[in-house]
């Protein structure tokens, strides 16, 4: 059996191998000629799988190590009768991770308090319903707008978008790229909406580039300057545009997601779903892809203000103005396309926070709740 994988999926060799020969290249360079000969495809977000890619080819597997679908012409397969898995949560710890990062960075950068704001959430899919329970968790009042899901489940817990953008401090996306029907993501945060941001908002986007208009969100900014975006995902990427970046608090390269536990799960997840195609058992247990954390453990002797402890903790696990800097940094050195792309491929080792256990001792074990609530292990002694 040939594969074709993504050169950026890590442990491959040690999830694949044993199903054939496997032929790795970087994802946005994945031609039909590469996959000719091949009987599986294994991919992330940034190859395009659709008939020009497959048309020529035997491919009767395609997974994707991602949450999103976007990038799969998913009739084309189904016509075909190629098989398909996604990986579904896979990263989903790893974006509120990046979430509360950024939310926690910025609002010590200006001045304001994460735990007194209300925050909306756009999508109450795997990674925005995980965001509402950590939010929650630490007293922080949460609204949230999907309206798939209040037409499934009723309309108790959901709010309107034009209510939550009205009542909301800080907009948070989580939403798939959705571009025809009645629950349309494309756009969403349109011209209109972007312009009826009240002041000192905060809007930050880790879900799809697409679902905001990045003009109309460059104009605001350029113009009166009175919100605070924060961007993990852009239109026409990796050939973002220059002046929304420079203008944003954080501008980061599609990078929310990318945890080495997240993208080790993600990659556990298409191994089992290829084994299922293939009729194989495959009894690997996700436990053996994971090494150890650097930090595996942090010790706080006296009590601190909460939001001082979470950011301490926070930053210990995941700093998120390491990767705005590295963008910037790259994006002068080589260029949008080329620097864009280079953090992507060379992203550094990055843990989740639920590898970091913190041991409180003395008074400290007062913040025993929120650091918990967080996403960290938490031991008093």
Not at 160 to 178: F, G
Not at 182 to 200: K, M, S, V
Not at 274 to 286: G, I, K, Y
Request: proline content about 4%.
């Amino acid at each position: 059996m040939k594969l074709v994988i993504d050169a950026n999926i890590p442990a491959a060799d040690t999830c694949f191998g044993a199903f054939g020969t496997l032929n790795r290249v970087p994802g946005r360079e994945i031609r039909a000629a590469d996959v000719t000969g091949a009987d599986a495809l294994v991919v992330r977000s940034i190859t395009q799988v659709n008939q020009a890619l497959l048309a020529q080819s035997q491919v009767r597997f395609v997974g994707t190590c991602t949450i999103g679908t976007d990038h799969i012409d998913l009739t084309y397969l189904a016509e075909r009768g190629i098989g398909f898995a996604s990986a579904p949560g896979c990263n989903a710890e790893a974006v509120v991770d990046y979430v509360l990062s950024s939310l926690l960075t910025v609002s010590e950068r200006e001045g304001w308090s994460l735990l007194r704001r209300t925050v909306g959430i756009v999508g109450a899919g795997n990674v925005g319903s995980r965001l509402q329970r950590r939010l929650q968790a630490l007293g922080i009042e949460v609204l949230v707008c999907d309206p798939p899901k209040a037409e499934q489940e009723g309309e108790g817990g959901f709010v309107a978008l034009d209510m939550l953008i009205e009542r909301c401090d800080v907009l948070c996306l989580h939403t798939p790229l959705v571009k025809e029907g009645p629950h349309a993501t494309y756009q969403l945060f349109d011209a209109q909406r972007i312009n009826e941001l009240a002041p000192g908002t905060v809007l930050l986007n880790a879900g799809r580039g697409d679902c905001i208009d990045g003009l109309a969100l460059r104009s605001r900014l350029a113009g009166k300057g009175d919100i605070t975006a924060i961007l993990d995902v852009w239109e026409n990427e990796p050939q973002i545009d220059a002046g929304l970046r420079d203008l944003v608090a954080l501008a980061t390269p599609h990078i929310a997601g990318h945890s080495l536990d997240g993208k080790l799960r993600g990659t556990w997840m298409i191994q089992q779903a290829l084994a299922d195609h293939l009729v194989q058992s495959n009894p690997m247990p996700f436990s053996e892809l994971c090494t150890p954390p650097a930090l595996a453990g942090l010790t706080l002797q006296h009590a601190l203000p909460v939001e001082e402890a979470l950011r301490l903790c926070v930053h210990a696990v995941y700093d998120v103005r390491r990767d705005h800097d590295a963008l910037q940094r790259k994006v002068l050195e080589q260029g949008i396309q080329k620097g864009f792309d280079d953090c992507r491929a060379n992203y550094p080792l990055r843990r989740e926070f639920n590898t970091l256990t913190v041991v409180l001792k003395g008074d400290a074990v007062s913040l025993q709740t929120p650091l918990s609530a967080a996403g960290f292990q938490v031991q008093c002694a």
